[in-house]
């Protein structure tokens, strides 16, 4: 079965702080993985996906099939990433795009 | 552009009744919808996948009869709880897939908190 960790329910730092958001997936075929987020009172949001390879926000996260990994990464953390992460999941042999959910971890940073 | 919505925002109700949430895209056809629910502090569980023209598909453990779905164009889906009871209580986001913005994703409605009485 397919199944997303996201062992850390909170996640505290300091301003300028680097920040590292744990992610790690179980399945047996090829994922695709993403990071959404979500801002005190928005929406769920896309934040990135491995396959874009992209920084978005100065975020960056690496898909490690080896440790079955999905790490969020910022070097230096912003207040304004004060935010729900959710760590989610898809089946790329699937057309259905269902996404499997991480339990999220909140990110506070303190000035 | 790809923006969801959610209607109603929030809704209170007695046990017993029924309520009905839509969901819309509003700027791109949606072939497939997805109702979530989310407790209080938790992630997101996935409820069905909805599909325009055709039944929803269930997730494991969910009352097909209870939570009935209908998606009846490429930017409606609505979600209606039959016979609501306190334990229903909860926070319903709808999700909208497209396949025409940066590659396949999913975008999000706002959310329908719901109150059983």
């Known amino acids: 079965a397919q199944r997303v960790t996201q062992p850390e329910k909170l996640l505290s730092v300091f301003k300028g702080a680097p920040v590292e958001l744990k992610c790690n997936y179980s399945?047996?075929?090829?994922?695709?993985l993403f990071w959404y987020v979500q801002y005190s009172r928005q929406r769920l949001q896309l934040l990135l996906r491995?396959?874009s390879r992209e920084s978005i926000k100065g975020f960056t996260a690496d898909l490690n099939k080896g440790e079955t990994s999905f790490h969020l990464k910022k070097p230096f953390a912003q207040e304004e990433d004060s935010a729900m992460y959710y760590c989610?999941?898809?089946?790329?042999?699937?057309?259905?795009?269902?996404?499997?959910f991480g339990q999220g971890t909140t990110l506070q940073v303190k000035p | 552009g790809a923006v969801v919505s959610q209607h109603p925002s929030w809704v209170i109700c007695k046990s017993g009744t029924s309520v009905k949430i839509e969901c819309r895209s509003l700027?791109?056809?949606?072939?497939?919808m997805f109702w979530y629910r989310q407790f209080p502090k938790q992630s997101l569980m996935l409820m069905a996948t909805?599909?325009?023209?055709?039944?929803?598909?269930?997730e494991q453990g969910v009352e097909k009869d209870k939570f009935l779905i209908n998606h009846a164009s490429l930017t409606l889906s609505t979600l209606t709880v039959t016979s609501a009871h306190p334990e229903d209580s909860s926070f319903y986001i709808c999700?909208?897939?497209?396949?025409?913005?940066?590659?396949?994703?999913?975008?999000f409605g706002p959310g329908t908190r719901l109150l059983v009485l």
């Open positions: 999700s909208a897939r497209s396949l025409a913005y940066r590659g396949e994703t999913q975008y």
């Open positions: 399945y047996s075929g090829s994922p695709e």
């Open positions: 491995h396959i």
């Open positions: 989610a999941l898809s089946r790329l042999s699937s057309n259905t795009g269902k996404l499997i």
């Open positions: 700027d791109f056809q949606a072939t497939t």
């Open positions: 909805s599909n325009e023209g055709s039944k929803a598909t269930y």
